[in-house]
């Protein structure tokens, strides 16, 4: 088959390489020039886009995403280490106050990545540059779709700002601000069905490099994500020496406007100590990095049974995004490509029953992680607005005896064996939440080290007056 893809960043590509591969024609549409830079380090210094704010922020490549690497992209996975892209095994992870670090079966598969995305971005550039079954258009914009009319027009093509361009699939991949919905009523389908619940986070964000592995005050593949009582707070590893650290308030927190300034932005890292011991050991190599505006959002494009059109999928951004703080974008990303060639492979030039068979793989991939995401920042921004601003203090959420929370395995995770490996099989993909939650192993063990609060630990933070006049000076 010929296939469009439309979007040139990581999902755009995973699903261009993963269907040439798989023996399909591909054409990658990109709007933005798509050259890759000399060296990871040039490439850092160019990421940002006003289009993309999310590549310069922290990232992590989860559990999932390396496995589906190693598994479809076995080059693009040792181009990244090439890069320096390190590899986390578990162990790395783990706190001082977890007692027990006896390595058990499966373990393995819970190894991470660390990178900054823009690494990861320069080896998928060059991979799918060198790609022989894919023809790259960049600097191309798409300004809409070619389609049969009817009661479920088919999409046959895009049109461009050049000329149009035929094909048998086009697959959206442009990311979180997707144009596919105004592209649909054009060629006068419905829109698909979106959910979306708010992340009612600013991220803050800013890249270092320690100095010397001599004055690091922990593991150069260190990744630590607190949610404190005002605010949230992050360090996480990169390539190359590089670490990403982040500060996340409330949206709607007009004390932290002034964090976006680097004086203030080192202020308030310095009330966490154990991130002000790496601000020590580390020099600053870029500016800082605003994003806000996120939600969680699911676009399906199967409503009541019936594709809203036929010969259109799509990937990435362009179907889920979740809160960037759990890392989750990569690997969905990743799956949804590996999804596309299944559904290929499996149904031929049948249109219709391609979106249909898409569909129910968002449904098994994706949802799930979707729902469990509102989950988690509901409660979150719940306690925040409750702390910050006084609301009112959130209902517990319903109990039961054969389940539990994120929060209460996050927390039994920092002293109890099982509990930990069920929080990574959670943040790396590995399982999906609600298995976790029911596991009767989870749940057994996770009980049992909340009953004893005495020995969880708890992170220092700054108290309101000493957060204030680190936001103040």
């Known amino acids: 088959m010929?296939?469009?893809?439309?979007?040139?960043?990581?999902?755009?590509?995973?699903?261009?390489?993963?269907?040439?591969?798989?023996?399909?024609?591909?054409?990658l549409i990109e709007g933005d020039p798509l050259e890759p830079s000399a060296d990871v380090e040039s490439a850092a210094m160019a990421a940002f886009r006003s289009s993309a704010p999310q590549i310069v922020q922290p990232h992590i490549v989860m559990a999932k995403c390396r496995e589906l690497l190693m598994r479809?992209?076995?080059?693009?996975?040792?181009?990244?280490?090439?890069a320096g892209v390190a590899?986390?095994?578990l162990p790395t992870q783990m706190p001082p106050t977890l007692t027990d670090t006896t390595s058990r079966p499966g373990d393995e598969r819970l190894t991470a990545l660390m990178t900054r995305r823009s690494t990861l971005d320069w080896v998928l550039q060059r991979t799918v540059l060198s790609e022989s079954g894919v023809t790259v258009l960049s600097g191309t914009r798409v300004l809409g779709l070619l389609a049969k009319?009817?009661?479920?027009?088919?999409?046959?093509?895009?049109?461009?700002?050049?000329?149009?361009?035929?094909?048998?699939?086009?697959?959206?991949?442009?990311g979180r601000r997707s144009p596919i919905d105004r592209w649909l009523t054009e060629i006068g389908a419905r829109t698909g069905a979106t959910l979306w619940s708010e992340c009612g986070i600013s991220y803050f964000s800013r890249h270092y490099r320690w100095r010397s592995a001599d004055e690091i005050p922990g593991l150069p593949t260190t990744r630590i994500v607190a949610g404190l009582?005002?605010?949230?707070?992050?360090?996480?590893?990169?390539?190359?020496?590089?670490?990403?650290?982040?500060?996340?308030?409330?949206?709607?927190?007009?004390?932290?406007?002034?964090?976006?300034?680097?004086?203030?932005f080192t202020r308030v890292l310095r009330t966490v100590p154990v991130l002000a011991a790496w601000v020590d050991a580390m020099e600053p190599i870029t500016d800082i990095f605003p994003m806000a505006g996120l939600h969680n959002t699911l676009r399906r494009l199967v409503v009541d049974d019936l594709p809203v059109a036929t010969g259109l999928l799509a990937v990435g951004d362009s179907v889920c995004t979740t809160n960037p703080s759990?890392?989750?974008?990569?690997?969905?990303?990743?799956?949804?490509?590996?999804?596309?060639?299944?559904?290929?492979?499996?149904?031929?030039?049948?249109?219709?029953?391609?979106?249909?068979?898409?569909?129910?793989?968002?449904?098994?991939?994706?949802?799930?992680?979707?729902?469990?995401?509102?989950?988690?920042d509901y409660g979150r921004l719940a306690m925040l607005r409750h702390t910050v601003f006084g609301e009112p203090v959130p209902e517990p959420p319903a109990t039961s005896e054969d389940r539990v929370s994120y929060g209460q395995i996050r927390m039994a995770a920092a002293v109890d064996p099982i509990a930990f490996r069920a929080h990574w099989r959670i943040q790396g993909m590995i399982?999906?939440?609600?298995?976790?939650?029911?596991?009767?192993e989870v749940v057994a063990a996770t009980r049992e080290a909340l009953r004893h609060p005495e020995d969880l630990p708890t992170m220092v933070q700054p108290t309101r007056g000493e957060l204030v006049a680190a936001l103040n000076g």
Do not use: C
């Open 326 to 376: 759990l890392g989750r974008g990569l690997a969905l990303a990743l799956q949804g490509a590996v999804d596309l060639l299944r559904v290929l492979d499996a149904h031929g030039e049948d249109a219709h029953k391609q979106a249909l068979a898409f569909d129910e793989l968002v449904g098994e991939h994706v949802v799930p992680h979707y729902e469990a995401q509102a989950v988690i």
């Open 72 to 82: 479809h992209l076995p080059d693009v996975y040792a181009e990244s280490l090439t």
């Open 2 to 27: 010929k296939v469009i893809v439309v979007g040139g960043s990581a999902a755009g590509i995973f699903a261009s390489l993963i269907l040439a591969r798989g023996g399909h024609e591909v054409v």
């Open 149 to 174: 009319k009817g009661a479920t027009p088919h999409v046959m093509g895009v049109r461009t700002e050049r000329d149009e361009i035929s094909a048998d699939l086009v697959v959206d991949a442009t």
């Open 229 to 264: 009582d005002e605010f949230l707070v992050g360090i996480w590893a990169g390539d190359n020496r590089a670490m990403q650290l982040a500060v996340g308030p409330l949206s709607k927190d007009q004390r932290f406007k002034a964090v976006r300034h680097p004086e203030v």
């Open 431 to 440: 399982s999906l939440p609600e298995d976790v939650y029911t596991d009767a």
């Open 87 to 89: 590899e986390a095994p």
